[in-house]
């Protein structure tokens, strides 16, 4: 289930294309299509936020960024080639709760650029960062909260970037920026010149303002998993684009003082997360993917 955030305004500076109207928050845009120019425009955001990457350290640091590159998470079970994430809440709640990041679903890694299920897809998902990518199954949106690190506190960040990995269409791969349920834009990917290659795109803000994002892949998805069965997504052409992430980087999240969820609401969230994930992994395991 996912809870939808209407689009209200929107800002834009930098090279990526705007696709909604001015918003008064100021901001400065980070973007590049294909590996070099990716690299380079993914540093020099990392430069802007300043300080170093923090990664698992317990609570809000007072500089830095927070990075997940989805390395560390294990592949289940032996000649399973992706992972429909279900360790502790799936990815929803504390996979990467001490880094800040809070996600909303289950969501799929593959240590083989998910040729497995698509085999139409070999060779368009080169890890940026060796050895695993990231995707959605049975759409192509992807949702993520900020949270102070190591709790599930609301949590706020100057800005987010992310890796993704074989952008060819224009204006299909996006990420939309939120505060508190108001959009501060939603600010496309650049096309990668070469396909195959990764692009990407990060917007830092000139104050900690974002609560959550939603990242737009490309118009189509590498695979769906429905019904215990997995079905590839097909080729790319004839105006489908499939499209991956790969690193996130995000400006050192701090306390959100304008939201306090209710009582139990987390709690009531992560269960709920939590039955849905253990179902996915059983039913994966007993269909593995050749």
Do not use: H
Request: charged share 10%.
């Amino acid at each position: 289930m996912r809870t939808r955030t209407l689009t209200a305004t929107a800002a834009a500076l930098g090279t990526a294309i705007l696709l909604a109207a001015p918003a008064a928050r100021a901001q400065t845009t980070f973007s590049g299509g294909g590996n070099t120019a990716a690299t380079t425009a993914l540093n020099d955001f990392q430069a802007a936020i300043g300080g170093a990457n923090n990664g698992n350290a317990a609570g809000t640091q007072p500089t830095g960024f927070r990075r997940i590159n989805w390395d560390g998470v294990p592949i289940p079970a032996a000649g399973n080639d992706i992972n429909i994430d279900a360790d502790t809440i799936g990815m929803a709640i504390d996979r990467f709760r001490n880094r800040g990041a809070l996600f909303q679903e289950v969501y799929a890694i593959s240590d083989n650029g998910f040729t497995s299920v698509n085999p139409d897809a070999t060779g368009q998902f080169a890890a940026f960062t060796p050895a695993k990518t990231f995707a959605m199954f049975n759409d192509n949106v992807i949702e993520m909260n900020f949270g102070v690190p190591g709790s599930l506190t609301p949590g706020l960040t100057r800005g987010f970037g992310a890796i993704f990995l074989d952008v060819e269409l224009a204006n299909t791969s996006t990420i939309e920026y939120f505060s508190n349920g108001t959009s501060l834009g939603t600010f496309s990917v650049p096309v990668t010149p070469t396909s195959g290659e990764a692009s990407f795109l990060g917007v830092l803000f000139n104050d900690p303002s974002v609560t959550n994002v939603t990242l737009t892949l490309g118009n189509a998805t590498p695979f769906s998993f429905n019904n215990n069965v997995i079905t590839s997504g097909g080729p790319e052409g004839n105006g489908v684009d499939l499209v991956v992430t790969d690193d996130f980087v995000y400006a050192e999240p701090q306390i959100n003082s304008a939201a306090a969820p209710e009582p139990g609401t987390v709690a009531f969230f992560g269960v709920g997360l939590f039955a849905a994930a253990a179902l996915l992994r059983k039913r994966l395991c007993q269909n593995p993917v050749a």
